[in-house]
T-cell receptor
């Protein structure tokens, strides 16, 4: 069954430095992958999605992710962190189950941004 | 509405009492999902609705949990005889249908605390 593993529970960066949040996936076929962000006491917001089109996916707020089949990875990056990027980030895969699809979430990575 | 609306935003209840959580999806969205987010458990799938029917209830943790959807719109999640382990944030998401490209929109959640 499709699943994702987020390799870091916490990532700390300084404002203005690059961000890398790592995600590996497991899937027997070409997966559909997402990154969601959750700010404190807020709902989940879609950052970007990969659905087997271009392997480099651009999302909102300057984030992007690259699908690498050879590495089974879908890491999230941003060239320069901003204080407002501090939040929890979830890597998500679609799992097909008895004719319908559902989102399967990774355990999340908390991004901390210091001045 | 413009987004997925959930009520109440916070609920504190005594152990053993019943609670009802409400989700009002985006108008026209036929697919509706309930997830639970708790410390140490990440985001767990609970139930999925397509229209008024629930093809998959496999994620409901026990028979104390039930959900219904009427008129293909509003859904209620009911927890009977609440236990302390039911304390979590309950999230609702909706989608136009079972096509990945449509995306999923999440509500801000209901934070349930059982004391």
């Amino acid at each position: 069954a499709q699943s994702v593993t987020q390799l870091d529970s916490h990532v700390s960066v300084s404002e203005g430095t690059p961000v890398l949040l790592r995600c590996n996936y497991s899937s027997s076929y070409s997966p559909s992958l997402f990154w969601y962000v959750q700010h404190p006491n807020k709902g989940l917001q879609l950052l970007l999605k990969y659905t087997s089109a271009a392997t480099l996916v651009k999302g909102i707020n300057g984030f992007e992710a690259e699908f690498k089949k050879s590495e089974t990875s879908f890491h999230l990056t941003k060239p320069s962190a901003h204080m407002s990027d501090a939040a929890e980030y979830f890597c998500v895969v679609i799992r097909m189950n008895t004719g319908f699809q559902k989102l399967v979430f990774g355990t999340g990575t908390r991004l901390l941004v210091s001045p | 509405g413009a987004g997925v609306s959930q009520s109440p935003s916070n609920k504190v209840t005594e152990k053993g009492k019943d609670v009802e959580l409400r989700c009002d999806p985006i108008s026209g969205h036929t697919a509706l999902y309930w997830y639970r987010q708790s410390l140490g458990q990440g985001l767990e799938f609970l139930i999925y609705f397509q229209g008024n029917s629930a093809p998959d209830k496999s994620g409901l943790p026990s028979d104390r949990f039930s959900a219904e959807r009427t008129g293909g719109s509003v859904s209620t999640l009911t927890i009977q005889r609440t236990q302390q382990e039911d304390s979590a944030v309950y999230l609702c998401a909706s989608s136009l249908g079972q096509v990945v490209g449509y995306g999923y929109t999440f509500g801000s959640g209901t934070r349930l605390t059982v004391v």
